[in-house]
């Protein structure tokens, strides 16, 4: 029996699973959720879903296409190319008036037509009558999400084509990810912003649980990226994409979650045993993650690659640790590569 799963449009609050006839009451009494089965590609608008044709009033011949869930902000549709394997770039391409928001200092280089402003918030409010309050709250939110106060906005000044390219911080990928692909919304790591078009939101997405937020690897506090245009984000090392199916739970180290739907649900479990916890090497705390809906992971967490480089790094003014020198201090000495 075909299973239906629904949320709401303005929240992460998900119902389900519902049977074919429940599905279409709440259908009918909530036509601007999204909704999902198996077999469908991603969430879809209630209202573009022929099954709910009758309950929601719309004629199948005239479905709308399916809209993000935040469909009162339109942003600018940008092209790109993403450069490079192990240390990516991202090259956007603006037409005239075109503009794409960044974190300050995120930029690599820029055509002279492309004019920079540094603006508080995420420049959503620019020129669209925002008042001080909602600049300040806008960039109040960024600040709890890791990123500064400012954003950097680069707008075509020009004619025809014009470039600006954005350098990822440390060795990853960078992924370009259309919202209203997604729903309309993404729950990220703090940072993972790169870059994107006008009229994407870098907000905050607070974990509710208590011990997720304590040892789910990214405390209480998350972004939160809207609207229907490209984002770019970074992530360390390689990043797999997983799509879970309704109730299907994966299980990941803490740290190597990157990014993943708002409908997929964030917890935490213990490792296992004594043993497990104390020598495994994995902490005491997995991240477990429950479909239905994408996830993003990624092999190299920046907390991992620092606590090496930590680890390796002199200790009290001395030498850097030798890496794998059976002689210890004697090794160091007649490795030819010291500092009298």
Request: include cysteine.
């Amino acid at each position: 029996m075909t299973q239906w799963y629904f949320v709401s449009a303005g929240s992460s609050q998900r119902v389900g699973p519902l049977d074919p006839a429940s599905a279409r009451a709440h259908a009918r009494q909530h036509p601007d959720d999204l909704c999902w089965r198996e077999g469908l590609s991603g969430w879809q608008a209630v209202r573009s879903v022929p099954e709910f044709a009758e309950a929601t009033g719309v004629q199948p011949a005239h479905l709308p296409p399916p809209t993000p869930s935040v469909a009162s902000r339109n942003s600018d549709d940008i092209d790109f190319r993403i450069v490079g394997n192990d240390m990516q770039f991202v090259e956007v391409e603006l037409d005239p008036g075109e503009c794409a928001i960044a974190e300050a200092g995120a930029m690599m280089y820029k055509d002279a037509a492309v004019q920079m402003d540094t603006v508080f918030g995420d420049g959503r409010h620019t020129g669209q009558g925002g008042g001080l309050m909602d600049k300040l709250f806008s960039a109040g939110k960024r600040v709890l999400s890791g990123e500064s106060l400012f954003t950097t906005m680069f707008t075509h000044t020009g004619s025809g084509k014009a470039r600006v390219a954005f350098a990822a911080p440390y060795p990853g990928t960078v992924l370009a990810m259309k919202l209203d692909e997604h729903g309309g919304r993404l729950i990220c790591q703090k940072d993972s912003f790169l870059a994107g078009a006008r009229g994407v939101s870098v907000g905050v997405a607070f974990q509710k649980r208590i011990l997720t937020g304590l040892f789910g690897g990214e405390g209480f506090i998350m972004q939160k990226l809207e609207g229907d245009g490209w984002v770019f984000v970074h992530a360390g090392g390689t990043v797999v994409e997983r799509e879970l199916r309704a109730g299907e739970r994966l299980d990941v180290d803490t740290g190597c979650v990157m990014a993943y739907h708002h409908t997929v649900q964030m917890d935490v479990r213990a490792v296992g045993g004594i043993k497990s916890m104390m020598f495994g090497g994995e902490g005491v705390f997995l991240a477990t993650l429950t479909g239905p809906g994408k996830v993003w992971l990624q092999s190299l967490p920046f907390s991992r690659m620092a606590g090496r480089m930590l680890a390796a790094a002199p200790q009290g003014g001395g030498q850097a640790r030798g890496e794998g020198s059976v002689l210890g201090g004697l090794g160091r000495i007649l490795d030819g590569d010291n500092a009298f």
